[in-house]
């Protein structure tokens, strides 16, 4: 088979993959399926691209408040502003999947949408990350960029479902993924039109439009993409809906969890009390038999940096 | 070139799209655009299909309504209702472009989306149009069929932005016009995640999720697709911020409108007071060389189904 996941080690996880691209794609065989219904979906934060020490749109939003801070002296007593500037990512993390969004709304209301990508870029090209000292997009999954690169050369229509701002993903989506703007499925902030100095500009409001966490990823693909996909995974409880969704189609399909296993190459977690929390998901993919990767285990290189 | 137009007389309309798919496809031009950039939005009803006498989706309300009327003696005296069981459409028409939604809502309160999918299905299979004695999906128009597989047979991506619910279009927009579920952007009412029976549904709730009327095409745009169409069609004013928000890019691009002129073939209006009023995108496609397509003048057939 084409582009057969040479980071990936010989195992279960690899053979289900492949087994299930050949199913698919077997034209007369019964579990053939056309190629518009090879729908796949991906979460993002620590299923493509690492998400520790803090996912990275939240990185993002903290140095954003922090950047601004000076305008604001109503957030030294105001949560989540208070942690953001005090550094204290226990309570942000309490806060969970929604912290990075709530913070980052009021720093950029009033804003365009223009205006909102060049400032994460200008933060992308030159934020390092704490552990690696590089930039943050060097963070992704060689055994994923390796899956993706499968399923497409197979023909698959492949999306990002995260909760992360689809916005935010969607400036380097396709460098970095392959995955063009409009396959970026992600939560948003409203936006209205309107004429500013006599030209049509999108601009941002105080208000959250879309939370693609949970039962929202679903909700997500539902209403981005109409159909179900036959090809999901996550790494999170946050991810369990969509994988539910996806298996409760008929046909083939394969659901797909990431489970950290590796504190020497990457991070080891799985129950703790975040947005990377994983439990009941994981214990679906052991009885149901979804194709469950191990870190550890599974993959001979994590990181497409490493030698 | 490929698919002439057959249907589209001579002029400047005509002249005018195959000059801009020629100038984006021609490579080593300074007017070429990569096939992943050429992102065309069509608006729907008025547009790709007619919308007279009422448009079809707000038809499809009328008669869920009154099909389940018997179950909400309250309707009789509460708007829209009222007006839909009693057929006054002109009550209905200064509701505008949300009626159908609104009339939609409480009949689908609670059900799945593949419920809702079912009726939807069940709906078009009898309907018939009342002019023409024929099913609606036959009301579509020759020359943007057309328009669609031109512009497809050169790569672009096609995609309608309509206000009519996405559901209701995505059950026959790959049949009828060759666009996918994926590539259909719409209003919608919000949906829940739940398990229900044991298997996971998503659950129509009581509350539109986003209207994609007006100022709501661009922010469509945005939050669907993430770039910026180079071609877009409408018919009404309704679409004149999603043909300024493509006018206002860079680089070569095709913004146009249907002028509904001819009486005899199809309807002549613009200046109505109801969803399809055309009035100032009329004024800027004069101003700044849009391309206007005259029903009567520019097309040498409407329907497919005319000899």
Not at 117 to 128: F, S, Y
Not at 178 to 198: D, K, L, N, Q, Y
Request: with cysteine; glycine share 8%; net charge negative.
């Amino acid at each position: 088979m084409l582009h057969s996941l040479p980071s990936w080690n010989d195992g279960v996880a690899r053979q289900s993959i492949i087994d299930f691209v050949a199913a698919v794609t077997s034209e007369g065989a019964p579990s053939f399926v056309l190629p518009s219904d090879r729908i796949a979906v991906f979460d993002n934060d620590g299923t493509l691209w690492a998400e520790k020490p803090i996912y990275y749109q939240f990185q993002f939003a903290i140095d954003r408040v922090r950047e601004v801070a000076d305008e604001h002296p109503e957030w030294k007593t105001k949560q989540p502003f208070k942690a953001a500037l005090e550094g204290d990512y226990d309570t942000l993390a309490r806060i969970g999947e929604t912290a990075a969004i709530t913070l980052m709304a009021p720093t950029h209301v009033g804003k365009t949408t223009d205006e909102f990508i060049q400032t994460v870029a200008a933060w992308l090209a030159k934020a390092r990350h704490p552990r690696f000292d590089r930039p943050y997009t060097d963070l992704v999954y060689q055994p994923m960029l390796e899956l993706i690169r499968l399923l497409r050369a197979h023909s698959f229509k492949i999306y990002i479902v995260s909760g992360c701002g689809a916005e935010f993903m969607r400036i380097w989506s396709n460098r970095v993924y392959g995955i063009p703007p409009e396959h970026v499925i992600g939560s948003t902030v409203a936006t209205r039109f309107e004429i500013r100095h006599g030209l049509p500009v999108l601009v941002r409001e105080r208000k959250i439009d879309f939370l693609d966490v949970g039962g929202g990823k679903p909700v997500g693909i539902d209403k981005f993409i109409g159909r179900r996909p036959i090809f999901a995974f996550g790494n999170s409880d946050s991810d369990h809906p969509m994988l539910q969704w996806t298996a409760a189609g008929s046909g083939p399909r394969l659901m797909g969890l990431v489970h950290h296993t590796d504190g020497n190459r990457e991070w080891a977690y799985d129950r703790g009390s975040g947005v990377d929390h994983l439990d009941e998901a994981l214990g679906d993919a052991r009885d149901k038999g979804w194709t469950l990767v191990d870190m550890k285990r599974d993959w001979n290189r994590v990181f497409s940096f490493e030698e």
